[in-house]
């Protein structure tokens, strides 16, 4: 099984940066993609960026130019940089990972944009 732990949410200011991480533990050799997703108030988990073993990258369009994912992939560890963040982005940020077919999630961080 594979373990995903997030840290880096919190409280910033409309215009700020953040940077969440994970850190997948467990087995974790050959895990294919992993990412990020996120759920605002009264909405549906929606994708935010992910990024393969090889490096291709997925963002949601909302999110393009102003996120950006990366990867440690020697350490299954995977960072989500966010930037010019608006009140839109106010959501529980779950890590995903995807391995031989199973999808794994994190417990999720909360980010809030407010001033």
């Known amino acids: 099984q594979v373990q995903l732990v997030e840290s880096g949410g919190g409280l910033v200011q409309p215009g700020g940066s953040l940077r969440l991480s994970c850190a997948a533990s467990?087995?974790?050799?050959?895990?294919?993609?992993m990412g990020w997703y996120r759920q605002a108030p009264g909405k549906e988990r929606e994708l935010a960026a992910t990024?393969?073993?090889?490096?291709?990258?997925k963002y949601a369009d909302s999110v393009k130019e102003r996120f950006t994912i990366s990867r440690a992939g020697s350490e299954n560890t995977v960072y989500l940089q966010m930037n010019n963040l608006n009140t839109e982005d106010t959501a529980v940020y779950y890590c995903?990972?995807?391995?031989?077919?199973?999808?794994?999630w994190g417990k999720g961080t909360l980010v809030t944009v407010s001033s």
């Open positions: 995903y990972a995807w391995r031989y077919g199973m999808d794994y």
């Open positions: 467990g087995i974790i050799f050959n895990i294919n993609t």
């Open positions: 990024i393969t073993r090889d490096g291709r990258t």
